[in-house]
């Protein structure tokens, strides 16, 4: 462990697998205390059964990023626990992939709950508790849909496209207060959600073609890495931005 979050106390949702968990496994391999949430029961016990086997510290709150209480809950969690907040990851996503004319009502609410409405819900319960710290980090996952256009993930781009522009307002408002809020735009990633892990041989066709022109899909710690320095002291000096972290997908966009 080489300590750059040393003393910190970080949430990060969306722990059960893919980015989330990277993240949260990073994280307190660099000394961090983390509060993980996740739905599943199974998984989030996996998450902080893998921290703890390296002499990290970690609690799983189980819950569903789309319910106030229940994410409540899991920011009050970290300074019962540990006694401050000082980080928040939005790692938690969903993707539906549809013909734009087939994709409906219960499609759009699922989608705009977990990747938007939620991470409005987690900053609103963590910044009381940084502004009480009088610093803080906040990183959004967002994606590069938000700035390249993709068949069949409609809502979801259009999500990310929203959090990419939540998270430079609401940064712009508590830049003053030291609270620096970021967001991430991952590219093509082995997360459990991209196209080609559901073996649809048109969805690996998709994803042949628009693969990442460094020659790989991302890995979660590709974006771990990234939410890693923007939570450290490190990018003390950044705040409002959208990193795109995406092996070159995304060099051709406006």
């Known amino acids: 462990m080489s300590g750059r979050l040393e003393g910190k106390v970080a949430v990060v949702t969306g722990a059960g697998n893919g980015i989330g968990r990277a993240t949260a496994i990073r994280f307190a391999k660099e000394g961090a205390k983390v509060v993980l949430t996740t739905r599943r ?3 989030g016990d996996e998450t902080a059964a893998a921290i703890k086997e390296f002499g990290g510290e970690a609690t799983f709150v189980q819950a569903d990023v789309r319910s106030k209480e ?6 009050d969690k970290a300074p019962e626990r540990y006694g401050k907040l000082d980080i928040l990851v939005n790692s938690a996503g969903a993707l539906i992939w549809k013909p734009f004319l087939e994709q409906n009502d219960d499609d759009y609410a699922f989608i705009s709950e977990t990747n938007f409405r939620s991470q409005i819900y987690t900053m609103q319960k963590a910044i009381p508790y ?3 710290n009088g610093q803080g980090s906040i990183i959004n996952v967002a994606s590069v849909s938000a700035k390249k256009p993709e068949l069949n993930s409609y809502f979801y781009g259009a999500f990310k496209a929203a959090t990419a522009n939540l998270t430079m307002n609401v940064a712009k408002e508590f830049a003053p207060q030291k609270i620096r809020i970021n967001c991430v735009a991952p590219g093509p990633v082995n997360s ?24 790989r899909l991302g890995e979660p710690d590709d974006i771990a890495n990234m939410n890693l320095f923007l939570a450290s002291d490190e990018a003390s000096w950044i705040t409002g931005e959208m990193f795109v972290v995406d092996g070159g997908t995304c060099i051709s966009c406006p």
Do not use: C, R, Y
């Open 192 to 215: 459990g959600m991209t196209p080609e892990e559901s073996k649809d041989p048109e969805q690996v066709k998709w994803m042949e073609k628009n693969i990442a022109i460094l020659g």
């Open 41 to 43: 029961q199974a998984h």
């Open 70 to 75: 229940e994410i409540q809950a899991v920011v």
């Open 130 to 132: 940084m502004l009480k």
